[in-house]
């Protein structure tokens, strides 16, 4: 069973920066893709970045791009995202998504995705 532990989430204000982790185990694909998706209380679960592995492909939702980015490293097999210039409305929980391959759905949608870790938790104050 494929596992993905997230890290890395806490406090920050407002033009802090911060990384989150995702160790993934037992992802026996050579090709998949992995994804960070946040959910705020009361707001639908959305996605933040999409990388294609083992290429270089990423996406990222409006919303973060050129404040965050999406890498892995393939030694350790975990997925990170840095995030900086955090504003309050990224405040969410955080979580880690991987999938073999889509099956018609795009990149920042939940259903697109079979594996899910626990998420962690990030808070930006003003």
């Known amino acids: 069973q494929v596992q993905l532990v997230e890290s890395g989430g806490g406090s920050e204000q407002t033009g802090g920066s911060l990384r989150l982790s995702c160790a993934a185990s037992r992802l026996s694909y050579s090709r998949y893709w992995m994804a960070w998706f946040r959910q705020a209380p009361g707001k639908e679960r959305e996605g933040v970045a999409a990388?294609?592995?083992?290429?270089?492909?990423?996406y990222y939702a409006d919303s973060v791009k050129d404040r965050f980015t999406i890498s892995r490293a393939a030694a350790k097999n975990t997925l990170y995202l840095q995030m900086n210039s955090l504003k309050p409305e990224d405040t969410a929980m955080y979580y880690c998504a991987a999938v073999s391959r889509f099956r018609g759905n795009p990149w920042f949608r939940p259903e697109s995705y079979d594996y899910w870790g626990q998420g962690t938790q990030v808070t930006v104050s003003s």
């Open positions: 990388i294609y592995i083992p290429g270089v492909d990423t």
